[in-house]
C-alpha cells in the first residue's frame, strides 16, 4: 500500500531465516501482492514471475573487452550475427557526448559486464548501474549497450538502483534518458523501468513518495522477509468449543476473554462495495442479507452497537477438510493473490492509511452477545463480603 501503483519485487532470498524460510517468503509475498521474485527455485515451484537484475560481483569480475568469450549477437528478426562489441564501441562517445559525461571517465570493465550480460539476455536486459559511478559511468554504459540492443531489434528493459540517493538519481537518470531518447530518436527509451533496492521499507517509500521520484518498481529483500516491524505474530489460539461444549476463557484483562463457541463469519459491504463491518454469530442465527438491517455489537462494551444495512454480504468461513476429505474448491496461488488484491481494494483509505489508520470493526450479534455474558457470568466465581 505504501508503495500505491508501483511494482514489488521480493529480493529476500539471502536474509531469509529457516530451512524453508526463502521459498515461503516468496509464496506468501506473491499472494500478498508482490509482482515477482528473484528466487529462481520459488518461480519454478510457484509459477511466480521472476525477476531480478546481475550482482555487483558479475561486474567486477570483467577487467577490460579481452575477458569476453563471444562478440557477436544475432539480430532479432534473424540474419548474420553482428559484431556486437563493435557496435556498443561505435555508439560510446556519441552517448557520452549527450550526457555531458567524457567516456574516459566510464569504466570500460563495468561496460564489459553490461556486453556480456547484454548477449546472454538479449530480451531482458535490465543492468545494476551502481557498482562504480551511477551518472558518469554506469548509465552510460547502459545506455550504449541499450542503444546497440536496438539496432538489432532488442528492446532494454531498464536500470537498477542499490545505493545512494534514490529520490535525486532517480530523477537524474530520468532526464538522461529521455536525452538519450531525443538525441537518437528512440522515444521508447525515456520510458525505461528504472529499479530501486537497498534495505527498503514502509518508510523509506513513504519519504521517497514525500520526495517525489521517477522509480517504476521496488526490490525489498531483509524487512520484507524478516518482517523486522513485526517479528512475532501476536495472536494465538483458543479453545471455544469442545465436543459441541462452549468454553470460555476469563481474564482480568478483557483482550484476553474469548467469545465461546462455535461461530459463522460475515462481511457486510456497504452498497459502494467497501467492507463495513465483519459480524459473528452463532451457527443457528439466520445469516445477514441485504433485504433487512443487522443489529451489530460490541462483545465488550454495552453501549457500542449500530444497526447495518448491508449492500451485500459475504460468508468468510468455509470448511475445506473434514472427514479426511476435501468440501471446497482449492484456489491456484494466482488465483489467491487476485482474491487478496480484491479484498484489500474493498477496504477504505482511512483504514489503509500509515499515520493512525482506522480501526476496522469487528462485532458480534445480538444472540451471541448475550450468550457471551451468560457465560461469562455462570463461571465466573462469586465474590463473599465479610
Known sequence: MAAGKKQLLEFGLRRA???????????????GGFDGTS???AGKMFDI????????????????????KNRMLTPLDGGSPVDFVSACIDLREEVCKTLDVLH???????????????????????ALVDTYDVLRSGIPNFCTVALALHRLGYKAIGIRLDSGDLAYLSKAVR???????????????????????????????????????????????????????????????????VNKQARIKLSQDMDKVTLPGKK?????????????????????????????????????????RAYVSPGSVQLLQKLYWTKGEIQEYLPSLKEIRERAIQSLATLREDHKRALNPTPYKVAVSADLYQFLHDMWLDNAPIGELS
Open 39 to 41: 528466487n529462481v527455485l
Open 264 to 304: 459463522s463469519i460475515y462481511r457486510l459491504y456497504s452498497h459502494e462495495g467497501h467492507a463495513l463491518i465483519d459480524l459473528m454469530q452463532r451457527p443457528h442465527e439466520q445469516p445477514p442479507d441485504n433485504e433487512r438491517r443487522v443489529l451489530c455489537r460490541h462483545p465488550f462494551e454495552e453501549s457500542k
Open 17 to 31: 531465516q529457516g530451512p524453508d524460510g526463502a521459498l515461503s517468503a516468496s509464496r506468501y509475498c506473491y499472494i
Open 175 to 241: 532526464q538522461y534518458f529521455r536525452k538519450i531518447a531525443d538525441r537518437f530518436e528512440v522515444p521508447s527509451m525515456a520510458n525505461f523501468t528504472i529499479v530501486a533496492s537497498n534495505d527498503i521499507n514502509e518508510d523509506t517509500l513513504h519519504s521517497l513518495n514525500q520526495q517525489g521520484h521517477e522509480i517504476d518498481s521496488f526490490g525489498i529483500g531483509t524487512h520484507l522477509v524478516t518482517c523486522q516491524r513485526q517479528p512475532a505474530l501476536g495472536c494465538v489460539f483458543k479453545l471455544v468449543e
Open 104 to 126: 574516459e571517465e566510464t569504466k570500460q570493465s563495468e561496460l564489459t559486464a553490461f556486453i556480456a550480460y547484454a548477449t546472454a539476455f538479449p530480451k531482458g536486459f535490465l
Open 49 to 68: 514471475p521472476v525477476r531480478g537484475t546481475h550482482a555487483h560481483a558479475f561486474v567486477t569480475s570483467y577487467v577490460g573487452l579481452q575477458d569476453l
